[in-house]
């Protein structure tokens, strides 16, 4: 099956400053890529995705890359703010779920961005 | 769209006892259902998943006796926790889907402490 890894477990960002999160993937027929933030006590959200024949996707502040022959997706946020401190997932799966088919979420970072 | 209602948000209960989580997709069908369990600071790992007309399907390591699914309609599932104990006490996340999803939504979660 899918396996989803990510990078870093823990980041700390002074604010204004961007935040980078990698993940890799083992299933070279994943095709759709989501990020989640999490906040305390609450279930995911999602923030961006992306989809295999896309190699770059950007909204406002946050972009996603997608390098398929690598097998590896990453998250990118720019001018970070306090409110951005929260858990982010990766996940991956062989397309959106109206087949049934599983998501695979990374380990998941805990950004902390500092005053 | 893609409203989703899982109650309650947080529960405590004895040992022994049960415990019913609800998930209720409010404004649309949802034809597959995916349950998650996350440990503190951990992801999100697949319980099992059920799609419409279907017995639910568990992942490896989880226990279909333990943990009931039921998703008789279209917009209601429920989780049954039986017979629970201390190591049962974490996160559950429900995330109902539709036919033609090209996502995945979540449910807000339900905290499980058993003592």
């Known amino acids: 099956g899918e396996n989803v890894e990510q990078h870093p477990s823990t980041l700390s960002v002074q604010e204004g400053d961007s935040a980078v999160i990698k993940c890799t993937y083992s299933d070279s027929a994943s095709n759709y890529f989501p990020w989640y933030k999490q906040e305390l006590g609450k279930g995911p959200q999602l923030i961006i995705d992306i989809r295999s024949n896309v190699g770059e996707k950007k909204d406002q502040r946050i972009a996603v890359t997608l390098n398929k022959t690598a097998k590896h997706f990453s998250l990118h946020i720019t001018e970070t703010q306090p409110e951005d401190s929260a858990v982010y997932f990766c996940?991956?799966?062989?397309?959106?779920?109206?087949?049934?088919?599983?998501?695979?979420f990374g380990t998941g970072t805990q950004l902390k961005v500092e005053l | 769209g893609a409203v989703v209602s899982q109650h309650p948000s947080r529960v405590i209960c004895k040992s022994g006892t049960s415990v019913k989580i609800e998930c209720r997709s409010l404004?649309?069908?949802?034809?597959?259902m995916f349950w998650y369990r996350q440990f503190p600071k951990q992801s999100l790992m697949l319980m099992a998943t059920s799609n419409e007309g279907s017995k639910a399907t568990y992942e490896q390591g989880v226990e279909k006796d333990k943990f009931l699914i039921n998703h008789a309609s279209l917009t209601l599932s429920t989780l049954t926790v039986t017979s629970a104990h201390p190591e049962d006490s974490s996160f559950y996340i429900c995330?109902?889907?539709?036919?033609?999803?090209?996502?995945?939504?979540f449910g807000s979660g339900t905290r499980l402490t058993v003592v």
């Open positions: 995330s109902p889907t539709k036919r033609d999803a090209g996502g995945y939504t």
């Open positions: 996940a991956a799966s062989i397309k959106p779920a109206g087949g049934g088919n599983k998501l695979t």
């Open positions: 404004d649309f069908q949802a034809t597959t």
